[in-house]
Structure formats: structure tokens, C-alpha cells
Nanobody
């Protein structure tokens, strides 16, 4: 059974930093593309950052230069380092694991990030 467990969310002041973690189990972690998505109040879920199985990264324009996605295959864990946080970053952040060639797509339960002004 596949589990993606996020941690590291919380309340932080604008300008602060948080580091999210997502521990995966039940999948061949190293062959999956891993991503972070977020859903703010009254908004649709949106892509924040993705890291491919080969380590290539891509970011939403709104977080470029502030957020960094990384992974440690040996730990089956993907991270999202978030710096210079803004109130508009407030959202539930979800971890995603995707393997396109097998049509596999898994989600974590989400972790709340709240940025106060």
C-alpha cells in the first residue's frame, strides 16, 4: 500500500522559512516524479514544484527563487525548502508521486502552511 506522509507545516511570519518533508512508502521511489502542490482558501490546487526521477526540477513562477525542491532516494523522501514566505503562500501543501508510464498517481494527506503578515 502506498503512503505519502507530509510533515513540517505550521504557522510562520512573513519573511520566514519552513521545510516540508514527504516520506514515501510502498512505491519504487527513485523512478517516480515527485511534486509539491498547494491549495489555498477558495482556490484550485496548483503545482508548486516538481522533481523528476532524474533530478530535473521545475517551479511555479510565483515561487521561483524562494522555494527549493530536493529529494534523497536512499531515504524515500522529498523536501520543499520555503524561504521568504509571503501571506499568499498560505495553503494546504500536498505531496504527489507520479509514474506516467504506469498511470500511477498518488497523493499525501496534506500539511497546512499559514503565513501571517
Amino acid at each position: 500500500q502506498v503512503h505519502l506522509v507530509e510533515s513540517g507545516g505550521g504557522l510562520v511570519q512573513a519573511g520566514g522559512s519552513l521545510r516540508l518533508s514527504c516520506a514515501a512508502s510502498g512505491i519504487g521511489f527513485s523512478i517516480y516524479d515527485m511534486g509539491w502542490y498547494r491549495q489555498g482558501p477558495g482556490k484550485q490546487r496548483e503545482l508548486v514544484a516538481v522533481i523528476s526521477s532524474g533530478g530535473r526540477t521545475n517551479y511555479a513562477d510565483s515561487v521561483k527563487g524562494r522555494f527549493t525542491i530536493s529529494k534523497v532516494n536512499a531515504e524515500n523522501t522529498v523536501y520543499l525548502q520555503m524561504n521568504s514566505l509571503k501571506p499568499e503562500d498560505t495553503a494546504v501543501y500536498y505531496c504527489n508521486a507520479r509514474l506516467v508510464r504506469r498511470n500511477n498517481n498518488y497523493w499525501g494527506q496534506g500539511t497546512q502552511v499559514t503565513v501571517s503578515s
